[in-house]
């Protein structure tokens, strides 16, 4: 709504927010899906190298982290020189980001930088402007919040307040550099023995999987159904991978310490031995 | 965007609020001003017993308590069995309400429910619908949030756990029916000092006064400044009225003990007698 000035723009369709993002689009313009991995489900990142992108597309999106299916942009897409929308609330904060690449860049803060109920947002300053599409709400025009200091309604403190928090934990921790040297520790551990396992496999292409969200499976819906079960009464919990693609599904934000992670792998490797 | 099917409305305007209200909704249909308090910098609420609400009227709009200008309305306003819809923002929670009386009752939970960055919205089954207007977010329709349980995004979980502390607060405490007495007892002792003063004045109608905010006037702005000042001194923080009226304002909501008004009346008491 904001940045629709041709009524058109470009989506890289790489999960189920990406799809809801590009349906969304629809509503206002001519949404064009660039690329898509739905013929895999979602398990890589498609080859964003030469996009049909036309020179009347308004911007490109992309789903940055794809938190269901555990896939990641190692390499932003080739946007011939238009702006690049990135929906980054699955990866924001776990590696330095290059602001200068994108447009705009997006997230809720629920995943590593606060209480769920907040949306951060970087903006390139020349698109931030009046021009938005007739019936636009004056709440959702980022020239407001932008005049307005981001204070138009009044904000959500308690929000504000732990991210302020989480921001000067990361800093004192040595920053993003240092956050993303843990992260890759942390996914080393889990990718390392998804890789060398029997019975667990990985979904996702190699090069394309998340620091943040590791999906796997057994091959056989019963065994992964016993190991969520038995992960959850040894007090690993939430490891039931969505719906849609079934199996298991690590989450290793910010939060989670190194340790949290190896008493996963410990687990699966005494699963494993058990049910082999 | 939810309910103009006929593109046209009625608005109340009674405040800064209500004339936001009141300007959106031109963006998506013929907003008509029913009535105003305008012409007296919004101290009271016009009568609404016999509106010009036209047949094509979708809905009628108030705001009722207005939290700068300390304005409550005391009785609905006859819609004519159009639908009302009420933004109670600034004294939901504060006394019992007849919800069969409304279409659409809706306000930000952070005076009296809970931590700013939630809205709680209770709305009529047959008005939610998926006939809104072309365009309308996906998010900002009342039926994707009603067909998800209010789930659709990820919610503020940490406010809707404040927001449930707070509603066991109030039914221990004896629920609605005596925070509005206790309500109506803090708003006494003010207004009370306030008719009797010869410094200080109350300065809205007092058919209209809010239960939850009191705005107040010496008459001399250098000598409300001194008292915003040595008032802030003695420990009475935010007495600074709205900058578009002056003066002062006293928010007494559910959160304020009796002992914090009285307090504050014992201060202007001091002031008066020493700046006679």
Same mark, same amino acid.
């Given at each position: ?62 789903? =940055?982290?794809?938190? %269901? ?10 946007? !011939? &020189?238009? $702006?690049?929308?990135? *929906? ?96 890759? =520790?942390?996914?080393? %551990? ?10 667990? !496999? &990985?979904? $996702?292409?190699?090069? *394309? ?68």
């Amino acid at each position: 709504m904001n940045l629709m000035k041709n009524k058109k723009a470009g989506y890289v369709v790489t999960g189920q927010w990406a799809k809801k993002a590009y349906q969304e689009a629809k509503m206002y313009g001519e949404a064009v899906e660039l690329a898509s991995s739905a013929d895999e489900t979602f398990s890589y990142i498609p080859d964003c190298s030469d996009l049909p992108i036309t020179d009347d597309m308004d911007y490109v999106y992309i789903c =940055e982290n794809n938190t %269901i299916y555990g896939t990641k942009f190692k390499t932003l897409p080739d946007t !011939k &020189g238009k $702006v690049l929308v990135s *929906d980054v609330s699955s990866c924001f904060l776990s590696e330095p980001v290059d602001v200068s690449k994108y447009g705009i860049i997006y997230g809720g803060v629920q995943k590593n930088v606060g209480p769920a109920g907040m949306v951060i947002v970087i903006i390139r300053e020349d698109l931030i402007s009046d021009e938005v599409l007739p019936g636009t709400p004056t709440m959702l025009k980022y020239k407001t919040q932008a005049d307005n200091d981001s204070l138009y309604n009044t904000p959500p403190c308690y929000n504000i307040y732990i991210c302020g928090k989480v921001f000067k934990w990361l800093k004192n921790m040595g920053g993003l550099e240092e956050m993303k040297k843990r992260n890759e =520790e942390k996914a080393k %551990i889990l990718y390392d023995f998804l890789d060398e396992s029997k019975m667990f !496999k &990985g979904t $996702v292409r190699k090069e *394309d999987r998340s620091l943040m969200n590791v999906p796997f499976v057994t091959g056989d819906a019963d065994l992964d159904a016993k190991f969520v079960k038995e992960a959850k009464a040894a007090g690993l919990e939430n490891l039931k991978g969505h719906r849609s693609v079934g199996g298991m599904r690590a989450s290793i934000y910010n939060a989670m310490p190194k340790e949290g992670v190896i008493a996963l792998v410990d687990f699966m490797k005494k699963f494993e031995a058990e049910n082999a």
